[in-house]
């Protein structure tokens, strides 16, 4: 399968942003999805995860609550709506899938089969 992210941007504190993910060449469904980000001087992290059906979810401790992560398997998307945004989510975001068939708990341990090319987010204060 194959990831193409979109949807990044500048904005302002406090706003929001949706990142899409489109997938191709796989079958989606079978795929744990989830974002990572990474800032500028810093390792990439694990930002949210969902299933294969996207009935379970999982977000890191510093976006739960903000951001939501959502997938659409008839149109082999993913998207995470991010909202009251904050400067230090300043970061490029990446779509990722788990290895095939695997949970979604592989992304939390950063076992990942498939990297999306990164969106940037910019958030100014």
């Known amino acids: 399968v194959q990831l193409q992210a979109s949807g990044g941007g500048l904005v302002q504190a406090g706003v929001s942003l949706r990142l899409s993910c489109v997938a191709s060449?796989?079958?989606?469904?079978?795929?744990?999805l989830g974002w990572f980000r990474q800032a500028p001087g810093k390792e990439r992290e694990f930002v949210a995860a969902?299933?294969?059906?996207?009935?379970?979810?999982y977000y890191a401790d510093s976006v739960r609550g903000r951001f939501t992560i959502s997938r659409d398997n008839d149109k082999n998307t993913v998207s995470l709506q991010m909202n009251s945004l904050r400067p230090e989510d300043m970061a490029v975001y990446y779509c990722?899938?788990?290895?095939?068939?695997?949970?979604?708990?592989?992304?939390?341990?950063?076992?990942?089969?498939?990297w999306g090319q990164g969106t940037l987010v910019t958030v100014s204060s």
């Open positions: 990722a899938a788990a290895p095939k068939d695997d949970s979604w708990y592989m992304l939390l341990k950063g076992h990942v089969e498939v």
């Open positions: 060449g796989g079958t989606f469904s079978r795929y744990a």
């Open positions: 969902i299933s294969w059906s996207g009935g379970s979810t």
